[in-house]
C-alpha cells in the first residue's frame, strides 16, 4: 500500500512538473534584459555531470540490490527492472527537454535540481506577475515533492549501505542489535553530511564517479581475469555461460568508454567546484 501510494504520488508529481513548464508560455528574451537566448547543443563542461546522474539514477541504483531481496520470482527480476528503468528514463528525458527549452533562457539557466526551477513558476510571460492560486500551487508541489520521495526512499538507501558495510567490516553481520545499530550510524552520519554539503550536482558527480567503477571497470577487468584464470586452470577461457559478448575486445572497450565518461564526470565535477553559479 504504501509503495502503491508513493509511486501514484511520483506520477502525479512528474507530470504535474512536465505538463505545467509544457503548457506555459516561454518567456522571450524581451521580457527581462538579462536573458539570452537558448543555445542548442551539447554542453561539454556540462555532459559529464549529466551522464553521471544518468550512472547514479539508473546504472548504479543504490535501492536494486533491496529490491531484489524482495522480489518473490528473482528470475524475472532483469525484465523487471529493464521495464522500469525503461520507463523511467524517457519520463525524466521528456521533463528535462521540457525544462531545458521553458527554463534554459532564463539567466541562472536550468537548476542542478531540476524541481527548484518552479519557485518564481507563474505560467505566464511576464516573471514579475503573481500568478494565481493554481501556479502557487503547483509551485509548491513541485518542489516539496522530493522532501517527500527522498524520506520514503532513505529508509531503503540507508538499509543497502548498512548491510554493505556490516559485510565488509563486521564477522558476525547478522546480530540483530548490529543490523539496527548499524542503520542508525549511516542514517546520522547521513543526515549529518547534508548539512554540510547541499549542493546536489557535487553530491551525484561524486557518486557518479564511483559508480562507473561500480558498473563498467570492476566487471570489465573482472572478466579479463576470470577468463584468464579459467585458462590457467582449466585450459580453455569458455563456460556454459559465454556469449558472443564474452570476448576480451568488448571489456577493453567498455574500460576504454569508461575512462572517457570518468574524465568527463572529473571535469563537470570540478567545474561545479569552481562555479558554483553556472
Excluded at 524581451?30 to 553521471?52: C, K, L, N, R, T
Excluded at 538507501?157 to 553481520?173: G, Q
Excluded at 569458455?238 to 571535469?267: C, E, N, R
Aim: aromatic share 12%; proline share 4%; net charge neutral.
Amino acid at each position: 500500500m504504501h509503495n502503491h501510494t508513493q509511486n501514484t504520488t511520483t506520477h502525479f508529481s512528474l507530470i504535474a512538473d512536465t505538463v505545467s513548464a509544457a503548457t506555459a508560455t516561454a518567456p522571450t528574451a524581451g521580457d527581462v534584459a538579462a536573458w539570452q537566448p537558448p543555445v542548442y547543443g551539447i554542453s561539454v563542461s556540462h555532459f559529464g555531470e549529466a551522464f553521471m546522474n544518468f550512472v547514479f539514477a539508473f546504472m548504479a541504483h543504490a535501492g536494486v540490490p533491496g529490491l531484489v531481496q524482495l522480489m518473490e520470482d528473482k528470475k524475472s527480476a532483469p525484465k523487471t527492472f529493464i521495464c522500469a528503468m525503461s520507463t523511467a528514463c524517457v519520463l525524466y528525458l521528456i521533463l528535462g527537454t521540457v525544462a531545458a527549452l521553458y527554463f534554459g533562457i532564463g539567466p541562472t539557466g536550468v537548476k542542478s535540481l531540476v524541481t527548484l526551477n518552479w519557485f518564481d513558476f507563474n505560467g505566464a510571460q511576464d516573471p514579475s506577475a503573481d500568478g494565481n492560486g493554481f501556479t502557487i500551487f503547483l509551485s509548491y508541489l513541485v518542489r516539496l515533492y522530493p522532501c517527500i520521495s527522498v524520506t520514503s526512499a532513505f529508509v531503503l538507501y540507508a538499509d543497502t549501505l548498512a548491510s554493505s558495510l556490516r559485510v565488509v567490516l563486521c564477522t558476525n553481520p547478522d546480530g540483530k542489535c548490529l543490523k539496527i545499530l548499524s542503520r542508525w550510524i549511516v542514517i546520522w552520519l547521513s543526515v549529518i553530511g547534508a548539512a554540510f554539503m547541499i549542493k546536489i550536482d557535487v553530491i551525484v558527480g561524486v557518486c557518479g564517479l564511483f559508480g562507473v567503477n561500480l558498473v563498467m571497470v570492476f566487471p570489465a577487468l573482472l572478466q579479463v581475469y576470470s577468463k584468464q584464470q579459467c585458462e590457467n586452470t582449466f585450459g580453455r577461457h569458455t563456460t556454459p555461460f559465454s556469449w558472443h559478448f564474452s570476448k576480451d575486445i568488448y571489456a577493453w572497450l567498455m574500460l576504454g568508454f569508461a575512462v572517457v565518461t570518468a574524465a568527463l564526470g572529473l571535469y563537470s565535477l570540478v567545474h561545479s567546484i569552481l562555479h558554483p553559479s553556472v
